[in-house]
């Protein structure tokens, strides 16, 4: 069972990337999934998730309203557009699927992906 993230990069402070998650070895059609990122030196933080239909959708306050998360089941992925980006967005964000509801602590998800790097400058 694997979780893939891609869509990581350099980007100028305002500038917008999408980060996309795939999933192999099962279907996670049933499960929560969200994105988390880790700054160095810091703690492994939420930014957002979604249920397991696309019904509802939670973000952190340093993020609601500049990322959008959504998810296609058909195609058991999931993405995070992020759109007006600042330097305090730069980190790793991992991709992460849980069992029943979205949480946002890292110890309810059961299965992670790698982490994609995101750069922003000033």
């Known amino acids: 069972v694997q979780l893939q993230a891609s869509g990581g990069g350099l980007v100028q402070a305002g500038g917008s990337l999408r980060l996309s998650c795939g999933a192999s070895?099962?279907?996670?059609?049933?499960?929560?999934k969200a994105w988390f990122r880790q700054a160095p030196g810091k703690e492994r933080e939420f930014v957002a998730g979604i249920s397991y239909n696309g019904g509802y959708a939670a973000y952190a306050d340093s993020v609601r309203g500049r990322f959008t998360i959504s998810r296609d089941n058909a195609k058991n992925t999931i993405s995070l557009q992020m759109n007006r980006l600042k330097p305090e967005d730069t980190a790793a964000y991992y991709c992460?699927?849980?069992?029943?509801?979205?949480?946002?602590?890292?110890?309810?998800?059961?299965?992670w992906g790698q982490g994609t790097l995101v750069t922003v400058s000033s």
């Open positions: 070895g099962r279907t996670f059609s049933s499960y929560a």
């Open positions: 992460a699927a849980a069992p029943g509801r979205v949480e946002k602590t890292p110890r309810e998800y059961r299965y």
